[in-house]
């Protein structure tokens, strides 16, 4: 009984990452996303692109991470990527998640925090694909969006290339190789600058 009451403690607990406000607006939307409406989107667009991986995947490994890779954002919130990977905020974010983990069961636990771990190693095949598909929508969001994100925290074009090309080439040059020639076309456009 008491592996249950952690589990749904743990359903209530992560209900908070609804409330967190990420940096990009969903496209056609005036409003900004959500970290859970995040989640959802990633792990859907993952299925649909893991035939395009560099390597094969374990989809399901993939979908995990990315179910559970931004459940330290309930308390350390979100933060622009372009600046927000300091040692200080994945130490937020690490003891966010271990907070959260410990509701869970052993077992549940362990996988959790190795799947979180493996994920921000970006070591494995599955890491490198979930890290390549995580960085896709917010640049969907800003492309379809005039580039909201990017001019609210003055990201220039080479910044938005380089990281992202580093990323998202990791996990699938193919995908890199279209979002790259969309990031093009917002740069002819005058979208990205």
Same mark, same amino acid.
């Given at each position: ?75 350390? =919130? ?43 190693? =970006? ?21 379809? =969006? ?24 990791? =996990? ?22």
């Amino acid at each position: 009984m008491e592996e249950i009451k952690g589990i749904v403690d743990f359903m209530v607990e992560v209900e908070k990452l609804k409330s967190i406000e990420r940096q990009t607006k969903p496209v056609g939307l005036d409003r900004y996303e959500n970290s859970a409406e995040h989640s959802w989107h990633v792990c859907l667009s993952a299925l649909l692109l893991k035939d395009f991986a560099n390597e094969a995947v374990d989809i399901v490994r993939v979908m995990k991470m990315l179910l559970i890779h931004d459940l330290g954002e309930i308390e350390a =919130g979100d933060t622009v990527i372009y600046s927000a990977e300091t040692e200080e905020n994945k130490q937020l974010e690490r003891s966010c998640i271990q907070k959260l983990f410990r509701l869970l069961p052993e077992a549940s636990r362990e996988e959790f925090s190795n799947l979180w771990e493996e994920f921000e190693e =970006g070591v494995s095949p599955e890491a490198r694909f979930a890290k390549a598909i995580d960085r896709v929508p917010p640049l969907l969001h800003n492309i379809h =969006g005039e580039g909201h994100g990017w001019k609210k925290h003055n990201i220039a074009k080479e910044k938005v290339f380089a990281f992202n090309g580093e990323r998202i080439s990791k =996990g699938s040059n193919l995908l890199w190789r279209e979002v790259e020639s969309r990031l093009n076309n917002a740069v002819q456009s005058g979208v990205l600058k």
